[in-house]
C-alpha cells in the first residue's frame, strides 16, 4: 500500500507558475506509475499527467507544454510543475499512485486546492 499527501496548492495570477509535491509512503513507490488528476467545481475528475516508474511521462492535450511531471524515487515524492496557468486550471489536484494509461490506480491523495485568477 501507498499513502500520498500533497502540498503547494494555492492562489496565483494567471501566467504564473506553481509547483505541486506529493509525498508518498512506503518503500515501494519506485514501482508505481504515478500521476495528477484535477477537479473543477461541477466538473468530473479528469486526467492531467502520468509518469511511469522510469521516468517516461504523458499530458493531457489542455496541459501539454505548460505542465511538467517529474519523480524523485529517492525521495518518495512526486512532482507538477505548471507554467503560464490559466483561469480554466482552477481545480482541486489529486495524485493518485497505480495509474495505467490515463485510468487511475487505486491510491489517491486528499487534494490540494489550486486558484488561477484573471
Known amino acids: 500500500q501507498v499513502q500520498l499527501v500533497e502540498s503547494g496548492g494555492g492562489l496565483v495570477q494567471a501566467g504564473g507558475s506553481l509547483r505541486l509535491s506529493c509525498a508518498a509512503s512506503?518503500?515501494?513507490?519506485?514501482?508505481?506509475?504515478m500521476g495528477w488528476f484535477r477537479q473543477a467545481p461541477g466538473k468530473e475528475r479528469e486526467f492531467v499527467a502520468a509518469i511511469s516508474w522510469s521516468g517516461a511521462s504523458t499530458y493531457a492535450n489542455s496541459v501539454k507544454g505548460r505542465f511538467t511531471i517529474s519523480r524523485d524515487n529517492a525521495k518518495n515524492t512526486l512532482y507538477l510543475q505548471m507554467n503560464s496557468l490559466k483561469p480554466e486550471d482552477t481545480a482541486v489536484y489529486y495524485c493518485n499512485a497505480g495509474i495505467r494509461g490515463v485510468v487511475a490506480g487505486g491510491y489517491w491523495g486528499q487534494g490540494t486546492q489550486v486558484t488561477v485568477s484573471s
Open positions: 512506503g518503500r515501494t513507490f519506485s514501482s508505481y506509475a
